[in-house]
């Protein structure tokens, strides 16, 4: 039996993606490649934009994954002859906070949102439909990117921060990494998560005011400009209050949210009954500032169905295998680019079987 030699063994820091590379040439049987995306390397992630789908790239972003998803040993893989395909396709959040206790650089934390908060651009209007929380990830970046908007805000209050906001990431969810069964029924019968808590007193991109005035004067402030007028920010929560008194309303966001809680299971965890924002009883009003989150990589190192890399002609490159992230999930963006979300660690796991497989076979 062969060495297989498993890029993502290498403790990093002691040998370089080069090095790494360099060995495979030396003379190991099979290296697999599998060293995740470019979403934390913002320098990548700018040179790759997609100028013409998306618009210029946003001055401020930040980061959804580690340093460490730093695209090195794709450019690695590529400059030893590997084809790397749809460089420009990428998955970024719109959802973004800094977080106010990082665990790497520039750490972004993605809000996973329910339904029933208004989001409002930079100016404070209302952003047109299909652009909902939680609805198409990939169109709201678009509107946003290329409206050329460096941040828009969501407008809720704490009846829906309670049901309606879930944090993304291990360190947000102890609940759940937990185990603590306890925890998670808090979810559906406790008030505000103790994570969501923490961004509310501590994050960053939030405000908590009683009333719309000054949630407005302080939206301003923590933006550092005049851009929200007041009259304009209450015409838009006025107006879609206005809704809910009306049994004939069209109000798309609305007819989502009783869409959503037609489900018991969202009924229960997930998306808070319609009522006014403006309800003093479901206050204080909350503001979140709203930043661009890089996260996911869908194109990436060219391979076969065996997961081996392709050359520039096409030709296997041979030994060299690629899994996960740094090879669009397996191949090129297993799911296609407009991919149900949560379902990219599959294609990684899945791409990650069929290389190993196919390298110890090589290799027997
Ligand atoms: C907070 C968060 C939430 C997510 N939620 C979901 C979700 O709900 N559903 C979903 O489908 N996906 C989700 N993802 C994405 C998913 O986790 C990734 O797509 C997946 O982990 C990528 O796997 P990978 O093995 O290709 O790369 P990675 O997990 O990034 O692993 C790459 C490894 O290679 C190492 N490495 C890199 N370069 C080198 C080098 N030169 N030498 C040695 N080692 C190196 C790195 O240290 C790392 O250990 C989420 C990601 C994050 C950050």
Redesign the pocket.
């Known amino acids: 039996m062969g060495e297989v030699l498993e890029?993502?063994d290498?403790p990093?820091g002691t040998?370089?993606?080069r090095a790494?590379v360099g060995e495979f040439s030396l003379g190991a049987q099979a290296v697999i490649v599998?060293?995740?995306?470019i979403g934390g390397n913002h320098e990548l992630v700018r040179r790759n934009w997609p100028l013409e789908r998306l618009g210029p790239t946003p001055e401020f972003m930040v980061a959804?994954?580690p340093e460490?998803?730093?695209g090195?040993?794709l450019g690695a893989v590529a400059e030893a002859g590997g084809r790397v395909i749809n460089p420009d396709r990428m998955w970024h959040y719109t959802e973004g906070l800094r977080n106010w206790n990082p665990v790497w650089a520039n750490h972004g934390i993605r809000v996973l949102p329910g339904p029933s908060s208004l989001w409002l651009d930079p100016y404070g209007r209302r952003l047109p439909f299909p652009h909902l929380p939680g609805f198409d990830t990939l169109a709201t970046l678009q509107h946003i990117t290329r409206n050329r908007y460096p941040y828009t805000w969501f407008v809720l209050n704490r009846r829906v921060i309670k049901k309606e906001f879930a944090l993304?990431?291990s360190e947000q969810n102890p609940d759940l990494t937990g185990r603590d069964v306890r925890g998670v029924l808090r979810r559906v019968v406790g008030g505000v998560q103790a994570p969501v808590q923490a961004f509310m007193d501590r994050g960053a991109d939030f405000v908590v005011r009683p009333t719309l005035p000054e949630l407005v004067r302080a939206m301003n402030a923590l933006a550092g400009t005049d851009w929200l007028e007041p009259a304009v920010v209450e015409r838009e929560v006025r107006d879609r209050d206005a809704q809910l008194a009306n049994a004939f309303g069209k109000d798309a966001q609305l007819a989502a949210v009783r869409a959503a809680r037609a489900y018991l299971g969202d009924r229960l965890v997930r998306v808070a009954k319609p009522h006014r924002l403006l309800d003093p009883a479901a206050g204080p009003l909350i503001a979140v500032r709203l930043n661009v989150l890089t996260?996911?990589t869908l194109g990436g190192l060219e391979t076969d169905l065996q997961g081996r890399v392709l050359r520039q002609g096409g030709e296997p490159f041979p030994g060299l295998y690629a899994a996960?992230?740094?090879a669009g999930f397996g191949g090129g963006g297993m799911h296609g680019y407009r991919a149900l979300e949560?379902?990219?660690?599959?294609g990684?796991v899945f791409s990650g079987r069929v290389a190993g497989r196919a390298a110890a076979a090589a290799v027997v």
Do not use: I
């Not at 599998?34 to 995306?37: M, N, Q, R």
């Not at 949560?342 to 599959?346: I, N, V």
């Open positions: 890029a993502s290498a990093r040998r370089s993606s790494v599998a060293s995740g995306g959804g994954v460490h998803v730093d090195l040993m993304s990431g996260r996911k996960g992230e740094v949560g379902t990219f660690l599959g990684c």
